[in-house]
């Protein structure tokens, strides 16, 4: 496949939004959170920070049939910190807490090589897209024992194109555009220590109008629509310590439209599947580690990524 092609495919490791973008969609939240997704922060209302640090690494680069492409080395490394901020307000008369949430990611490194000495797979690092969120997080529903039973959260979510971005690199910390990607997330706990989680996103995205020079003399892109996910299962092995298996799922929905005309060929699919763990220290402070192992790539690198994050509670 031609150079100029493979340079729109994704040459990043998709994270939380605006981490690495170089091919149709941006960057999203794939696996970056995990366990207990749906459920109240522990230390109950106030501000919190969490910190991630993402690592992923990825040899194939895939085409839009799965096929592993024809070059003579498919390599990309990726680290991305990404620092959020939240805020949960006191509790509603009927229980749910509203909250706000902010997102700062940046590209700290990105290194792409084909084997081709090819200056369009070149990358650039920097601060990316922000994202800002509301949300509304209701209580945890409990059984008749006291145990926990139930809780979930709805958020809209903007993803916000300040970040870092330049045409003739196939590696961004930012889009170029703005998207909506609203969420629904819920966790249910079959017993008092063994429960599940997922977060479901719907993605929409607005027109590019400085898009990348691989796609040629264009006026204007937009991405597809896409539907994504992250799923856990955890167990509790102790009050402080959880183990489980968490993945994530992506799949574009509607075709890249280029000056106005869809474009087939070129929807991204991806799923992964790894263990982790989540330890807490207190109510305010907790850690989770997360190790992820991509399959059934289209459109998209292959690989496998590392994900650890720090919650603490400020106020």
């Known amino acids: 496949m031609h150079a100029s092609r493979l340079s729109v495919l994704t040459l990043g490791l998709a994270t939380l939004a605006g981490t690495a973008q170089a091919y149709d969609l941006p960057s999203i939240n794939l696996g970056s959170t995990s366990f207990y997704d749906g459920a109240l922060l522990p230390g109950g209302p106030g501000g919190y920070v969490v910190e991630y640090l993402i690592y992923g690494k990825a040899s194939r680069f895939n085409d839009q049939h799965g096929d592993k492409l024809p070059l003579p ?5 990726t680290f991305a ?12 008369a009927n229980g749910w807490m509203p909250g706000a949430t902010v997102i700062v990611p940046w590209l700290a490194h990105a290194e792409v090589d084909d084997g081709l000495d090819n200056a369009v797979l070149s990358s650039r690092e920097g601060v990316g897209d922000m994202v800002l969120g509301a949300f509304l997080q209701s209580p945890v529903s409990t059984r008749a024992d006291g145990s926990p039973l139930f809780a979930q959260r709805i958020e809209a979510e903007v993803i916000l194109p300040t970040g870092a971005y330049d045409r ?11 998207s909506f990607n609203p969420y629904y997330a819920a966790t ?6 063994w429960s599940v989680s997922g977060r479901f996103w719907y993605l929409w995205n607005a027109k590019n109008r400085d898009p990348l020079t ?3 003399d264009v006026s204007g892109t937009q991405a597809g629509q896409a539907l994504h996910a992250n799923f856990a299962t955890q167990y509790a092995l102790t009050d402080q310590l959880s183990v489980g298996l968490t993945g994530y799922w992506l799949k574009q929905i509607t075709d890249t439209e280029v000056d106005g005309r869809d474009v087939s060929g070129r929807r991204e699919k991806v799923w992964a599947i790894g263990p982790g763990l989540t330890y807490s220290f207190s109510k305010e402070t907790i850690v989770t580690a997360n190790s992820y192992f991509e399959q059934d790539a289209e459109n998209r690198t292959e690989g496998n990524k590392f994900v650890l994050s720090f919650v603490h509670k400020l106020f």
């Open 214 to 216: 691989s796609f040629g």
């Open 168 to 178: 003739d690199k196939a590696v961004n910390p930012g889009s170029n555009f703005w």
């Open 188 to 193: 249910y706990w079959f017993t008092p220590r």
């Open 81 to 92: 910190p990404v620092t959020q901020y939240i805020y949960l307000a006191q509790p509603l």
């Open 73 to 77: 080395k498919q390599e990309i490394e």
